[in-house]
């Protein structure tokens, strides 16, 4: 992604227009939010530090470990989470918050040193998580009435819905 503004703006402008990284961090903050306070605060500040260590561990290595279709991942079982309304303990989404982190930055890490950018990109990834975190799983946590967690529940299911859209995408045969 380039914008022309320098590395820290082609990242938050990366986040914003990559939905397979984007729709997953949606679905870890609706999740987090659904789980209360304490797991959304975990999450704010475990998923862009995972993030940080993974891609640069991607940027290290200059290669993606596993396939891009990966993701997919990500976005079922993140959103079918969400959709399910688990109520998970705060360590259970912080463990989730690290996966999804480590795995989205190690592909991100990855993608800038093939492409022969800078790491600071990696900064403004970073920096575009922490914001959309902290927005979404902050709005969710304030949500009281119950059509509302049903609201959120439905976008996770969206999410979901997608990531199988994504896996059937990434598994078709090609020819």
């Known amino acids: 992604m380039t914008t022309g503004l320098g590395p820290l703006y ?20 609706l999740l987090a939010g659904l789980n209360g306070p304490r797991a959304g605060r975990l999450a704010l500040f475990v998923v862009p530090a995972a993030w940080m260590l993974g891609g640069l561990a991607g ?19 993140l959103g079918g989470l969400t959709a399910l309304d688990r109520k998970l303990a705060p360590g259970g989404v912080t463990g989730l918050a690290a996966a999804l982190g480590l795995l989205h930055g190690w592909l991100n890490g990855a993608g800038i040193a093939e492409a022969g950018r800078e790491a ?33 529940r439905v976008a996770g ?11 059937g995408w990434g598994l078709r045969p090609t020819g």
């Not at 990696?122 to 975190?133: D, E, P, Q, R, T």
Request: aromatic share 10%.
């Open 157 to 167: 299911s969206w999410i979901a819905a997608i990531g199988l859209l994504l896996l």
């Open 10 to 29: 082609d990242g938050i402008s990366h986040l914003f227009l990559s939905f397979e990284d984007l729709l997953p961090v949606i679905a870890l903050s």
């Open 59 to 77: 940027f290290a290595t200059g290669s993606p470990l596993l396939p891009g279709t990966v993701t997919a991942a990500s976005f079922l079982v």
């Open 120 to 152: 600071l990109g990696l900064v403004g990834i970073v920096s575009a998580v922490f914001v959309v975190v902290a927005l979404l799983a902050a709005f969710v946590v304030w949500l009281k009435p119950a059509w509302t967690r049903i609201a959120v």
